[in-house]
């Protein structure tokens, strides 16, 4: 087989694999993550059932390459934003980067909703998503590390009965911070998350109305929380 048609057979499965995503996504937005179907798609697409399986064995397959998909785009928002502040201090990078998480899920609601939203019955996301999953946390492991080394980190306290699991989060996540560091990490991490989604999914409805500086505020106060000044 000339490398040629090897070549014009890469691109032809890449474009394919491309819509049969894109299709995909267009069913999340209408139907739902739980509706999801590999013979709906394959309709849409003018295509056989057994041949959209040559791309993904199962709807499990498509759901979890969709995740990746989305987790690396928010993780590459999240670089992108973060790299463009190098020399600004711990906390705001940190905001930064809360606000690029922001700005990517109100432009992606039902890819954020796949990633953070409820879980898909039926559905258990592999090891093969942690990489991509990780990309955020390990921006925000970054700039906690960085302040720790330039001695702007203020550890938080902890009680007696969480230090056992503060020191298992820390050997598992960031050995080289204090475990005090790594638990309130972990903890605005979670409320990062907790602030997006009640802003998308509808919870700050007639609550809050200046979503911006709101938002700005409680993502300082996290840093803060985890010790950064």
Same mark, same amino acid.
């Given at each position: 087989?000339?490398?040629?048609?090897?070549? %014009? /057979?890469?691109?032809?499965?890449?474009?394919?694999? +491309?819509?049969?995503?894109?299709?995909?996504?267009?069913?999340?937005?209408?139907?739902?993550? +739980?509706? *999801?179907?590999?013979? +709906?798609?394959?309709?849409?697409?003018?295509?056989?059932?057994?041949?959209?399986?040559? @791309?993904?064995?199962?709807?499990?397959?498509? *759901?979890?390459?969709?995740?990746?998909? $989305? @987790?690396?785009?928010?993780?590459?928002? %999240?670089?992108?934003?973060?790299?463009?502040?190098?020399?600004? %201090?711990?906390?705001?990078?940190?905001?930064?980067?809360?606000? +690029?998480?922001?700005?990517? %899920?109100?432009?992606?609601?039902?890819? @954020?909703?796949?990633?953070?939203?409820?879980?898909?019955?039926? @559905?258990?996301?592999?090891?093969?998503?942690?990489?991509?999953?990780?990309?955020?946390?390990?921006?925000?492991?970054?700039?906690?590390?960085?302040?720790?080394?330039?001695?702007?980190?203020?550890?938080?306290? !902890?009680?007696?009965? !969480?230090?056992?699991?503060?020191?298992?989060? $820390?050997?598992?996540?960031?050995?080289?911070?204090?475990?005090?560091?790594?638990?309130?990490?972990?903890?605005?991490?979670?409320?990062?998350?907790? !602030?997006?989604?009640?802003?998308?999914?509808?919870?700050?409805? /007639?609550?809050?109305?200046?979503?911006?500086?709101?938002?700005?505020?409680?993502?300082?106060?996290?840093?803060?929380?985890?010790?950064?000044?």
């Amino acid at each position: 087989m000339s490398s040629v048609v090897r070549g %014009a /057979r890469a691109r032809a499965r890449i474009e394919v694999t +491309a819509a049969i995503k894109e299709e995909a996504r267009r069913q999340l937005a209408s139907d739902g993550a +739980a509706r *999801l179907s590999l013979r +709906a798609v394959a309709r849409e697409l003018g295509m056989v059932s057994s041949a959209l399986y040559r @791309y993904f064995p199962s709807r499990d397959d498509l *759901l979890t390459a969709l995740i990746i998909d $989305a @987790y690396d785009s928010l993780g590459e928002a %999240a670089e992108a934003a973060h790299a463009a502040v190098p020399d600004a %201090a711990p906390v705001e990078r940190w905001v930064t980067v809360g606000e +690029a998480v922001r700005g990517w %899920a109100l432009a992606h609601p039902q890819e @954020y909703a796949l990633i953070y939203g409820s879980p898909v019955p039926g @559905y258990s996301a592999p090891q093969t998503t942690v990489p991509a999953a990780a990309r955020v946390g390990l921006i925000l492991i970054g700039i906690v590390r960085d302040a720790h080394r330039s001695h702007a980190l203020e550890v938080p306290l !902890l009680t007696d009965e !969480l230090v056992p699991e503060a020191v298992r989060l $820390a050997a598992d996540l960031a050995p080289d911070l204090p475990p005090g560091a790594v638990t309130a990490l972990v903890a605005a991490w979670a409320q990062l998350y907790g !602030l997006v989604g009640f802003e998308l999914f509808g919870q700050f409805n /007639r609550v809050v109305e200046e979503r911006e500086p709101f938002f700005r505020h409680a993502v300082t106060r996290l840093a803060q929380g985890v010790g950064l000044r």
